[in-house]
C-alpha cells in the first residue's frame, strides 16, 4: 500500500521561504514521476512541480518558475520542493502525488496522493 506524507507547511510571510518533504513508503520501484499540487479554498487544484524518476527532468507552471525548485532523494524516498519569494497568492494546501507511469507531469491523473500540507503566506 502506497502512502505519501507531507510536511514542512505553515505559516510565513512575503518573501519567505519554506521547504516542504513528502516521504513515500510501499512504492514497489523508483521509477515514479512524482509531482506537487496545491489547492487554496474555492479554487480548483493547481499543478505546482514535477520530477521524473531519476531527477533528470523538471517541469513547473509560469506561476512558480524561477521561485519553486523541486527535487528527489530515492535512497530516502523522499520528495521536496523548496519555496521561495512565497507571495500571498501562494497560500494553499500542497499535496504530493506519484506515479508509475512516466506520463502524468501536470495532469492530475497521479494514481496516488498524500493528505497535504496547509502553506500560508502573509502579506
Known amino acids: 500500500q502506497v502512502q505519501l506524507v507531507e510536511s514542512g507547511g505553515g505559516l510565513v510571510q512575503a518573501g519567505g521561504s519554506l521547504r516542504l518533504s513528502c516521504t513515500a513508503s510501499?512504492?514497489?520501484?523508483?521509477?515514479?514521476?512524482m509531482g506537487w499540487f496545491r489547492q487554496a479554498p474555492g479554487k480548483e487544484r493547481e499543478f505546482v512541480a514535477a520530477?521524473?524518476?531519476?531527477?533528470?527532468?523538471?517541469l513547473y507552471p509560469d506561476s512558480v518558475k524561477g521561485r519553486f525548485a523541486i527535487s528527489r532523494d530515492n535512497t530516502k524516498e523522499t520528495l521536496y520542493l523548496q519555496m521561495n519569494s512565497l507571495r500571498p497568492e501562494d497560500t494553499a494546501v500542497y499535496y504530493c502525488?506519484?506515479?508509475?507511469?512516466?506520463?502524468?507531469?501536470?495532469?492530475?491523473?497521479?494514481?496516488?496522493w498524500g493528505k497535504g500540507t496547509q502553506v500560508t503566506v502573509s502579506s
Open positions: 520530477i521524473n524518476w531519476n531527477g533528470n527532468g523538471t
Open positions: 510501499g512504492l514497489t520501484s523508483r521509477y515514479y514521476t
Open positions: 502525488a506519484a506515479d508509475p507511469n512516466g506520463g502524468v507531469w501536470a495532469s492530475g491523473a497521479y494514481a496516488y
